[in-house]
């Protein structure tokens, strides 16, 4: 798979031609079990390979693309699902606007000699855009909504997706990439002939105002206190290293983890493989790992007293569909925008942070003791790992399902899937054994779980802004 040649990535979307809805038709209209098709799905994928050992992109934390952790598995039987909650991060991305890695190359570039690995740079230019999503997480965030409309479809008789995303323009760019997978596929069982379905309205929310899809808390305690004691005892093995190939370089601490970023960022800009992707070995890439779990761990996570009070405003609008009453919310809810809760199916648009701060706030990966900033614990005592809960893609699935004939008899269930790994939910524990095996959780257990939310966050919420 590997040595696959990388196809030319799209420049611009939509990224699908005309042929694709059809070949990929056969796969859908068989009515194969998903699972099956998943496999087909992964198969006919036109995200280019990057020509980096998986063993290496599954420690590229955040900023990994997307795949899937667990396998997605059907509902039990006896379960039909009634309503499907996807919360979806952007798709991989340019570096952010204050992204300085220029600054590492230039003082590489200072060196008096530059050899081995680093021979590249005598006329490297660095050419990384900012801040927009790539055409590989626009393919990323199509494929997405090909296979969310593969589970799902049945779900399309309560009509289309309501869809919402964030301001950002990556973010409202994921969405409508999301949107178009999502059509392409419905258009190619119904008609595949005419013309793709329109795109989906999106709604878009400001971030200059309260957004339930973007974390914000101007008092939040800066996780830079703990990344930067992981930093400086991680990076200055590596700068020795680096600095035997460029003779009077004076690199900084920080220097090495805008290498490592630059790796991954001009991988997955230009695939294949980014020249810098040789100066790291296994090991590096464990440690800078580490800094992004212990970054999301104290930036809107557990380790952050002010973290998850910023997915408080989400979680309230997710009772409110799972439940089909009003938002009941004083944080970030804006009630002036629309909120329709006659859907089956909504797709929301986000950023990682905000997602961490969702898992926070309802009880998702819940470890027990805060992560080390100062050193990388052994792999049988890691349970945070960002790549597995915000890669680029991420993507959270609460699904309502409808259990043993309805009339109230079952009663509705919970259960949620973060990049395909099914969640355990011990925070809603119903004291039954046989659901918690499934994953599952009644829905009134679910919302009696969510105090924290309920309650607006305690009094957290004022505590950002006071
Ligand atoms: C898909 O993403 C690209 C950016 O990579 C963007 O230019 C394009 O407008 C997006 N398509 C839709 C339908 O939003
Ligand atoms: C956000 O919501 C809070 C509470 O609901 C409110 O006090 C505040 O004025 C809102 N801020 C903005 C910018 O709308």
């Known amino acids: 798979m590997e040595k696959a040649p990388s196809p030319v990535l799209p420049t611009v979307g939509p990224f699908i031609s005309k042929a694709t809805p059809s070949k990929r038709k056969s796969t859908v209209k068989g009515g194969l079990l998903a699972a099956t098709g998943i496999l087909s799905l992964l198969a006919l994928s036109r995200v280019p390979q990057l020509g980096v050992p998986e063993k290496i992109q599954r420690h590229w934390g955040q900023y990994s693309p997307y795949f899937p952790v667990g396998e997605y598995a059907q509902p039990p039987p006896g379960c039909v699902i009634?309503?499907?909650?996807?919360?979806?991060?952007?798709?991989?991305?340019?570096?952010?606007?204050?992204?300085?890695?220029?600054?590492?190359?230039?003082?590489?570039?200072?060196?008096?000699?530059?050899?081995?690995?680093?021979?590249?740079?005598?006329?490297?230019?660095?050419?990384?855009?900012?801040?927009?999503?790539?055409?590989?997480?626009?393919?990323?965030?199509?494929?997405?909504?090909?296979?969310?409309?593969?589970?799902?479809?049945?779900?399309?008789?309560?009509?289309?997706?309501?869809?919402?995303?964030?301001?950002?323009?990556?973010?409202?760019?994921?969405?409508?990439?999301?949107?178009?997978?999502?059509?392409?596929?419905?258009?190619?069982?119904?008609?595949?002939?005419?013309?793709?379905?329109?795109?989906?309205?999106?709604?878009?929310?400001?971030?200059e105002?309260?957004?339930?899809?973007?974390?914000?808390?101007?008092?939040?305690?800066?996780?830079?206190y703990y990344t930067d004691q992981w930093l400086h005892r991680f990076a200055p093995p590596i700068i020795k290293k680096l600095q035997k190939m460029a003779k009077g370089a004076h690199l900084e601490d920080e220097d090495v983890k805008r290498l490592l970023d630059l790796c991954i960022f001009e991988t997955i800009a230009n695939a294949p493989?980014?020249?810098?992707?040789?100066?790291?070995?296994?090991?590096?890439?464990?440690?800078?790992?580490?800094?992004?779990?212990?970054?999301?761990?104290?930036?809107?996570?557990?380790?952050?007293?002010?973290?998850?009070?910023?997915?408080?405003?989400?979680?309230?609008?997710?009772?409110?569909?799972l439940t089909g009453t009003p938002v009941a919310d004083r944080t970030t809810h804006d009630a002036a925008l629309p909120f329709p809760l006659d859907r089956a199916l909504y797709a929301d648009f986000t950023h990682e942070n905000l997602m961490v701060a969702v898992y926070g706030a309802m009880g998702l990966f819940d470890v027990s003791k805060h992560l080390d900033p100062t050193r990388l614990p052994p792999d049988e005592d890691r349970?945070?790992?960002?790549?597995?809960?915000?890669?680029?893609?991420?993507?959270?699935?609460?699904?309502?399902?409808?259990?043993?004939?309805?009339?109230?008899?079952?009663?509705?269930?919970?259960?949620?899937?973060?990049?395909?790994?099914?969640?355990?939910?011990?925070?809603?524990?119903?004291?039954?054994?046989?659901?918690?095996?499934?994953?599952?959780?009644?829905?009134?257990?679910?919302?009696?779980?969510?105090?924290?939310?309920?309650?607006?966050?305690d009094g957290d919420f004022e505590k950002c802004y006071e």
């Open 209 to 224: 105002r309260n957004d339930t899809l973007n974390n914000d808390c101007p008092n939040a305690p800066n996780q830079d």
């Open 273 to 321: 493989k980014s020249a810098f992707c040789d100066l790291f070995e296994y090991q590096e890439w464990k440690d800078w790992e580490y800094w992004g779990d212990v970054e999301k761990y104290y930036k809107t996570g557990y380790g952050d007293p002010l973290g998850p009070v910023q997915g408080v405003g989400y979680i309230n609008e997710l009772l409110a569909r």
């Open 383 to 457: 349970e945070w790992f960002a790549g597995r809960m915000v890669p680029f893609s991420a993507r959270m699935v609460v699904e309502r399902l409808s259990c043993g004939g309805g009339d109230g008899g079952g009663g509705a269930l919970v259960r949620i899937f973060v990049n395909d790994a099914l969640q355990p939910l011990e925070f809603c524990n119903d004291g039954d054994e046989d659901l918690a095996e499934l994953g599952l959780c009644t829905l009134a257990s679910f919302v009696a779980s969510q105090g924290y939310a309920r309650r607006s966050g």
């Open 82 to 207: 009634d309503q499907v909650n996807i919360l979806q991060r952007h798709g991989a991305r340019y570096p952010n606007d204050d992204d300085d890695y220029y600054k590492a190359v230039r003082r590489l570039q200072g060196a008096k000699q530059l050899k081995g690995d680093l021979k590249f740079l005598k006329d490297y230019e660095y050419t990384l855009g900012v801040d927009d999503l790539l055409a590989f997480g626009a393919l990323q965030s199509y494929e997405a909504g090909e296979l969310a409309h593969m589970r799902y479809s049945q779900l399309l008789t309560n009509g289309l997706p309501f869809v919402r995303a964030s301001g950002m323009q990556r973010v409202v760019d994921t969405a409508g990439n999301w949107s178009l997978g999502f059509m392409h596929s419905n258009f190619a069982l119904s008609s595949p002939r005419g013309e793709p379905d329109s795109p989906l309205p999106i709604q878009i929310i400001s971030e």
